[in-house]
Every structure is written in C-alpha cells, then in structure tokens.
C-alpha cells in the first residue's frame, strides 16, 4: 500500500521522499510520512490496515495545478484519500508550504 502510493506520489512529477531528503531540494518538492493508523479487526482477525499521514507541498509561488494534482490522486485511486488542511507562507525560507492530510485503506 505505501509503496504504491510513494509511486503515485512520484507520478505527479516532483522530487517526493518519506520524511525528509538527504540533499536540499529545489522547489517544488514534497514530502510525505505517517502520522498513525487505525487498523480494522473483524471475527478476531486482522482485517484492513489504514494508514493516516500528511503530505507537505513546497513550492517558491502558488501553484494551483500542482495542488490539483495531489488532491485529484484519490480520484484514481479508491484506497486514498487527500483533503487539503492548511496553507502558509514561510516567509524565511520564502516559500509557500501547503499541507495535505492523507487516508490509505
């Protein structure tokens, strides 16, 4: 399930890593982790993994297309869901941070 979701995320074409890169990026870049989940038991067994996370959009201007393609990413998929939470401009670092909440089940 990550691991596929790590590939859509990359299809959207923009460096993309788990947490953090190693190198600094140029924007746009975007990184993405796991903020906890919430499996489902059903007749004592385990039944379904649900992952909870958030995406982070770095990007030098607003860029509405690239945010478009994030949040459409559950369109095509039925086991993702994307809603976007929040947008700040980090003026010291001088760009525009926009943070997704993610859902894998």
Same mark, same amino acid.
């Given at each position: 399930?990550?691991? &596929? *979701?790590? @590939? @859509?995320?990359?299809? =959207?074409?923009? +460096?993309?890593?788990?947490?953090?890169?190693?190198? +600094?990026?140029?924007? +746009?870049?975007?990184?993405?982790?796991?903020?906890?989940?919430? %499996?489902?038991?059903?007749? !004592?067994?385990?039944?379904?993994?649900?992952?909870?996370?958030?995406?982070?959009?770095?990007?030098?201007?607003? %860029? *509405?297309?690239?945010?478009?393609? =994030?949040?459409?990413?559950? &369109?095509? !998929?039925? %086991?993702?869901?994307?809603? @976007?939470? &929040?947008?700040?401009?980090?003026?010291?670092?001088?760009? *525009?941070? &926009?943070?997704? %909440? *993610?859902?894998?089940?």
């Amino acid at each position: 399930m990550i691991d &596929n *979701f790590y @590939k @859509k995320l990359k299809e =959207i074409g923009v +460096p993309v890593a788990y947490s953090h890169f190693k190198e +600094p990026q140029s924007t +746009p870049y975007m990184i993405y982790y796991i903020d906890g989940e919430e %499996d489902i038991f059903a007749d !004592n067994k385990h039944y379904k993994e649900i992952y909870a996370g958030t995406i982070e959009l770095y990007t030098t201007k607003k %860029d *509405f297309e690239l945010e478009r393609k =994030i949040k459409y990413l559950q &369109n095509q !998929n039925t %086991d993702i869901t994307i809603k @976007k939470v &929040n947008e700040t401009y980090l003026s010291d670092e001088g760009v *525009f941070l &926009n943070i997704f %909440d *993610f859902e894998i089940i």
